[in-house]
């Protein structure tokens, strides 16, 4: 099997909006990030009910590849999910591809880490994981 990950960096997750939306209504935006960041810890911190999403939502029930389908995704729901710029490249240039006026901005102008900065430094995310 080939593992892409090995090979290539790529954003795993991405929340995506439009800019108006985190201007203008940011405490949304705010509160779905957490809601994503909640979720991340709980698939982390709940391998069982993690593994029957995975089932559901897969449509396998092979135990062995379940176990490797939860290995990898836990490895990519990172627990403090910054935006990962080196792996928006592939995706600007797959756009650039149609629309070249693109590449007269550059790839940072198109993510916001400000919402994960704010739960990482307020210590909400650091919470999520104490004790476990």
């Known amino acids: 099997m080939f593992d892409a990950r090995k090979e290539v960096i790529y954003t795993s997750m991405s929340i995506v909006t ?6 203008e209504d940011r405490d949304a935006v705010m509160r779905m990030v957490k809601a994503h960041v909640e979720g991340i810890a709980y698939f982390r911190h709940n391998k069982d009910f993690a593994i029957r999403v995975l089932s559901k939502q897969l449509k396998i029930t092979d135990r062995e590849t379940l176990e490797n ?3 990898t995704y ?3 729901f990172i627990p403090v999910p910054y935006p990962i710029m080196k792996g928006l ?12 006026e693109i590449r007269s ?10 919402f994960i ?3 990482d430094k307020s210590g909400f995310i650091e919470k ?3 004790g476990k």
């Open 89 to 100: 490249e592939a995706t600007y240039d797959y756009v650039a591809q149609t629309r070249p």
């Open 74 to 76: 836990r490895q990519d």
């Open 69 to 71: 389908s939860y290995a």
């Open 105 to 114: 901005r550059k790839p940072e102008e198109f993510m916001d880490p400000s």
């Open 117 to 119: 900065a704010e739960l």
């Open 128 to 130: 999520l994981y104490e």
């Open 18 to 23: 439009r800019r108006k939306n985190v201007v």
